[in-house]
């Protein structure tokens, strides 16, 4: 018994070392990193942070998205890994800082399909709160098609975003969310339509509209877009 008391010490102050060199996140730090990760591929994965897994609810379901999720803050190992496995599809070192917001998308299981952005919401909540026209939402475009080539966006009868590359998302934009709008996407340089279509969209909302899969898949590849919501915003009308 004597014995024991020592090496359980040392155990444990080892082990309180090595965690404290690893957490970069002061205790007292309220405002971590927010991140948002999407799905974009076919499989059902989750994400882990240097690995502890971050998604704890549910795993990402291809198409699917987890809300805003506090992370670590600084330069960090990311590991992607399908659901029912250990094996790591790719590692990712991915450098957040505190206080902001993110959305990660894995757009396919190597780690040159994966990209982040940073979302300005505390921007797109002002636009929408000071909007004297009730129209009141914003959106984003975002390529997360990566072997579409650059992208051509419209939203209703907004301005075309042009050229948009893989992994690349525009500002956010003030647009009516009170009517349904028509999405139509064409590859750069063509003047044929890729994919059109009608989305029904809500007021107060900022959202992240992105493309996915491939012009030339079929099934569940196939070229489509998805839609996330970052934030809700409550409107005095």
């Not at 750069?188 to 909302?205: E, R």
């Not at 992240?208 to 099934?219: D, E, I, Q, V």
């Not at 839609?227 to 409107?235: A, E, K, R, S």
Request: proline residues 5%; contains cysteine; hydrophobic residues 35%.
């Amino acid at each position: 018994m004597n014995f024991r008391i020592p090496i359980l010490l040392i155990a444990v102050i080892t082990g309180f070392t090595s965690c404290k060199e690893k957490d970069i996140v002061p205790p007292l730090d309220k405002n971590p990193p927010e991140v948002i990760t999407v799905n974009t591929t076919t499989d059902t994965i989750n994400i882990y942070q240097n690995n502890i897994r971050q998604n704890n609810t549910s795993s990402i379901y291809p198409n699917g998205a987890t809300g805003y999720l506090p992370f670590l803050r600084g330069t960090q190992n990311f590991q992607i890994r399908r659901t029912g496995t250990t094996d790591v599809l790719f590692t990712k070192a991915v450098t957040i800082d505190s206080a902001t917001n993110y959305t990660f998308f894995v757009a396919g299981t190597t780690a040159d399909k994966f990209f982040t952005t940073i979302d300005p919401i505390a921007v797109a909540y002002d636009t929408v709160e000071n909007d004297n026209t009730f129209t009141r939402s914003v959106i984003r475009i975002v390529n997360a098609s990566y072997n579409s080539g650059p992208l051509n966006v419209t939203v209703g009868t907004a301005d075309t975003v042009k050229s948009l590359a893989f992994g690349t998302a525009t500002p956010f934009m003030k647009f009516n969310a009170s009517t349904s709008q028509d999405i139509k996407i064409y590859l750069a340089n063509s003047s044929t339509v890729q994919l059109d279509t009608t989305i029904a969209f809500q007021t107060g909302l900022i959202y992240t509209l992105y493309t996915k899969g491939s012009p030339t898949g079929a099934g569940n590849a196939a070229f489509s877009i998805g839609l996330t919501t970052n934030q809700y915003i409550p409107l005095n009308q």
